[in-house]
């Protein structure tokens, strides 16, 4: 089955303990990305991936590291998270150049709760 | 800076009635994009819009996109309950697909 998988679903941290929310897609798509989706904001994205070891930041990179080492993974890593970054987040993958079949697959989400 | 906005924000309606959500943009771009939240859940595409008037159609849902006016527009038809769902927005700053902003999102409610 074609999916985005992050993990975890769920997670509390405390502020300055660093940590990473994986992604993993199986479509074989070039372009990954992250976004954070906050009340009343919509979706903002972080950084984006065009390819491996391609990525570029998005509206709201600080205080966020990514990496893309292969096509299928494109992990989020927070250095030293802090409070204001409590939100939910997701990493999404698509097609490149696929004109109108460029749809964006989305993962499941991943709640995170920094105290 | 690239503004989405939606409008309205927070619809209620009857089954079997039509209604438009609005979604301008402040920018010029050709790409737009909706997705589709259910409560709890992830984001599902709907559409995608590349060129000036395009229009695509499934089931009771209908995009549109008008560049000139910097405006799309998702029209349902006849709503049931399932159609009860958020409902966003996004614009593409780039010309890949790659630097989307989204709008704040529609939470639309179907009454039966």
């Known amino acids: 089955e074609a999916q985005v998988t992050q993990n975890p679903r769920y997670l509390i941290t405390v502020t300055g303990k660093k940590l990473t929310v994986t992604c993993s897609q199986n479509m074989n798509h070039e372009y990954m990305s992250w976004y954070r989706q906050d009340p009343g904001l919509g979706l903002r994205q972080i950084y984006y991936?065009?390819?491996?070891?391609?990525?570029d930041k998005g509206d709201v990179p600080e205080g966020y590291k990514v990496s893309r080492k292969e096509k299928r993974n494109f992990p989020l890593i927070l250095e030293s998270p802090s409070p204001n970054q409590t939100s939910l987040y997701f990493c999404a993958s698509k097609r490149q150049g696929g004109g109108t079949n460029e749809k964006l697959f989305f993962g499941s989400g991943t709640q995170l709760s920094v105290l | 800076e690239l503004k989405v906005e939606q409008n309205p924000l927070f619809l209620s309606m009857q089954e079997g009635k039509n209604y438009t959500i609005y979604c301008n943009y402040s920018?010029?771009?050709?790409?737009l994009y909706w997705y589709r939240q259910d409560p709890g859940k992830s984001l599902e595409s709907l559409f995608v819009?590349?060129?000036?008037?395009a229009v695509k159609q499934e089931g009771r849902l209908m995009a549109s996109l008008d560049t000139k006016a910097r405006l799309s527009t998702l029209h349902i038809t006849a709503a049931v309950h399932d159609l009860s769902a958020t409902y966003f927005c996004a614009v593409d700053k780039a010309t890949s697909g790659s630097r989307l902003t989204f709008g704040e999102g529609t939470q639309l409610t179907v009454n039966p």
């Open positions: 991936s065009m390819n491996v070891e391609v990525t």
């Open positions: 920018t010029t771009s050709d790409r």
């Open positions: 819009l590349l060129s000036n008037g």
